[in-house]
Structures are given as structure tokens and as C-alpha cells.
């Protein structure tokens, strides 16, 4: 049996918000495994820092390509750039999106509701849109990310699940009609993640160390997750050793969908 860096050294991925957390995870997992990598997010002097760090380990290639995932012509200037460079496309992992801030549904304007859906799922829809064409020709492989958010919800993210609700059912839809091409279609549904966003919420609480020890006890094990976890369960999915998978939204989340939701909101006075 061929080893995953095998199988993967040498095929071509692009990382949607691939300069930080879970997505600078995925985009070292496939960079590791001998892959060519092409990361993008707004931020050019924070994306062009990690694809020189990534590239630094020894393994593949990371490049960095501005994009904001809201702007169909920027997410087709992605997809092109990397096709254009290395001649073809293995695979996508549309992560890029963001967290709005945590409000009641009546709270929350309608100008942030759309932002949110315009950047998360519409982003992660361009995404698949333009890269499923190259996609076939190389009976390539989608991961979508999604959220634990999307099997359990969560009071005051109306905006952040019912994006990635939508991401669930659009990953379902496509693994249906690219199938027939080759094309395979997974997603995957972090629950808590340690990342650079998880500080940012963590210093906003009333009292960070409870924050942080309610978030490790969501999951049954006992801790947050890891970035690399995440981009070692892409790495998976995207390669032949997950040949028979898709239309799977896969938790990642050390069992937090298993009732462990605590009955309160962690930034409560």
C-alpha cells in the first residue's frame, strides 16, 4: 500500500484562508506530503509570512494569491493563477469565511446577515464553481468547511450556522452531481478549534479562564482541537485513501455534538 505522501506528492491544492488557523493547518498537512499549494486570503503580508513558513519545512511548495472569497472575479483569478502555474488542479478546501459578532437574531442587522452569507457560503460556492471545470479533469476532490455549529446550533449565531447549514447541503448536492465526473465532494465540521479566532473570543469574555475551560469541556476528550488535526483529516479526505467517501460532512470535534452544550452563552456577564 502506497503512503499517503505517495499517493500526493506532486498534486496541486488551493487553501481558501489558508494564512491562519485551520486553514494554514490544511495548507501545512498537504505542503508536508510532498504537495504544491497555493493559499489565499485578504491579508497579503500575513499570507505571503505563512506560505514562506510552510515552504521552509522541506516538504512541497506554498504560494500565496490575494483573494477575498465575497468576489466571484477574485476567487476566478485564484483558480486560474494556480492552474496557470502548475498546469492543473487536485483539489480545493474553501475555508475562508468569518465569525460576525454573537447577537440575537433581532439584533442583528441585515447588512451583517448578508455579509456573512455573501463571504461564507456564497464564497465557498465560487469556490466550487470555478474549480470543479479543472476539477474533473483530474477526478479531483472538494473539502467544504463547515462547523459543529451546523449539527447542534448555538444561540446568537444565526448568521455564522445558517451558513454553514447551507455549506452541509451544497457539499450533499455536489458530491450527487460531480460524482458522475469523478469528482469527490466532503466536508468537514470542526467543533473547538484552538486558532487565533479562539484567543480573540476568549480575551472578549467576562472571565477568559472560564471561557477557556467551558470550550475544552465541550468536547469529550477534554480539549480543543488542533489546526493540524484538521489538516490531516483534509489531507485524508482529499486523497485516494478516502476514494470510496463523499457527500460525508465530517465532525472533527472530539464528540461536542454528543451533549455537551452548555445551556447558557459563554460571554454572559
Known sequence: MRTIEEEMRGKVAI????????????????????????????????????????????????VFFPCDVSLPEQVKA????????????????????????????????????????????????YGCHFAIPHLRKTKGAIVNMSSIISRVG?????????????????????????????????????????????????KRAADPEAYADRCDHYSWLGRGGTPEEVGKTALFLISPWAGYITGVCLNVSGGMEFGTIPKYYAFDE
Do not use: W
Open 154 to 202: 448555538q444561540e446568537q449565531t444565526c448568521g455564522y450556522s445558517s451558513t454553514k447549514g447551507g455549506i452541509n447541503s451544497l457539499t450533499q448536492t455536489l458530491s450527487i452531481e460531480e460524482a458522475r465526473h469523478g469528482v469527490r465532494v466532503n466536508a468537514i465540521c470542526p467543533g473547538h478549534i484552538v486558532t487565533e479566532l479562539f484567543y480573540t473570543e476568549m
Open 78 to 125: 485564484l483558480v486560474d493563477f494556480t492552474v496557470q502555474k502548475y498546469g492543473r488542479l487536485d483539489a480545493i478546501v474553501n475555508n475562508a469565511g468569518y465569525v460576525p459578532p454573537h447577537q440575537d437574531c433581532c439584533d442583528m442587522s441585515i447588512e451583517s446577515y448578508e455579509n456573512v452569507i455573501r463571504c461564507n457560503l456564497m464564497g465557498e460556492f
Open 15 to 62: 487553501v481558501t484562508g489558508g494564512n491562519t488557523g485551520i486553514g494554514y493547518g490544511c495548507a501545512e498537512a498537504f505542503a508536508d506530503a510532498g504537495m504544491k499549494v497555493v493559499i489565499s486570503a485578504r491579508r497579503e503580508k500575513l499570507g505571503t509570512e505563512a506560505a514562506g513558513k510552510i515552504t521552509e519545512r522541506g516538504g512541497g511548495e506554498c
